[in-house]
């Protein structure tokens, strides 16, 4: 498994008593950074994996520590990716992202050593922030919805959609037959019913076949 960024690897026990650890995921597209930190706060690992359940599984597996919370926030690609850490036993949290982004925001000050008033929206800095969030308790748990409840949701939303462009098409005949029949008018059923132009005209008017019999008194004859 290709790992980046820093790793730091602390004691697993001090003074003959058990530590307890954290860690908190920043999730992206294609990478994950993970901060992993102690009882303590101290920092312990940080390391960048591929965003798939099994790197993150093989990761905190190749630890070998006991880790009492790992935390990330909520969002459409970490559903998928707390199932798959659940499914491995690990204690997985799923947490409100308003509440990451308040503590966590560029206005606020970096209550983890750094400058007040620093920003701190990089991956790196996420995760710390995630893992010392789960080691103070500082968070809202949310639902996890279950892969078939997201599943079921994906297709309602699609069969919606559907609903509305066939809605759309089924309108497309009525409207054009309105705009027809507008534009028809009287004027073109009247030509349609076979009447001859040149009914009703009388010899020599100008504006009909009068003028062509005119012209001609041999076939007006």
């Not at 204690?91 to 606020?108: F, S, Y």
Request: include cysteine; proline fraction near 5%; charged fraction near 25%.
């Amino acid at each position: 498994m290709m790992t980046t960024e820093s790793e730091r690897v602390g004691a697993k026990h001090r003074g003959g008593t058990a530590v307890r650890y954290f860690a908190g995921i920043d999730v992206s597209l294609e990478e994950s950074s993970v901060c992993v930190v102690d009882g303590e706060g101290r920092l312990v690992r940080e390391v960048k994996v591929p965003s798939e359940p099994e790197a993150l599984v093989a990761l905190f597996g190749s630890l070998r520590l006991a880790f009492e919370r790992i935390g990330l926030e909520a969002g459409p690609l970490s559903q998928w990716l707390h199932a798959g850490l659940e499914r491995a036993g690990l204690p997985v949290v799923l947490i409100e992202t308003r509440h990451v982004k308040h503590v966590l925001g560029p206005a606020q000050p970096d209550p983890w050593g750094g400058a007040v008033g620093v920003t701190m929206k990089t991956a790196k800095h996420d995760a710390r922030g995630i893992a010392q969030l789960m080691r103070l308790g500082w968070f809202k748990p949310v639902h996890a919805k279950t892969l078939l409840a997201q599943d079921v949701r994906a297709l309602l939303t699609a069969r919606k959609l559907l609903i509305e462009k066939l809605r759309g098409v089924d309108k497309q005949p009525a409207r054009h037959s309105a705009r027809l029949r507008l534009e028809g008018g009287s004027g073109r059923q009247g030509r349609l019913r076979g009447s001859d132009p040149r009914a009703g005209r009388r010899p020599g008017d100008a504006r009909g076949c009068g003028r062509a019999d005119a012209a001609n008194p041999r076939g007006a004859a």
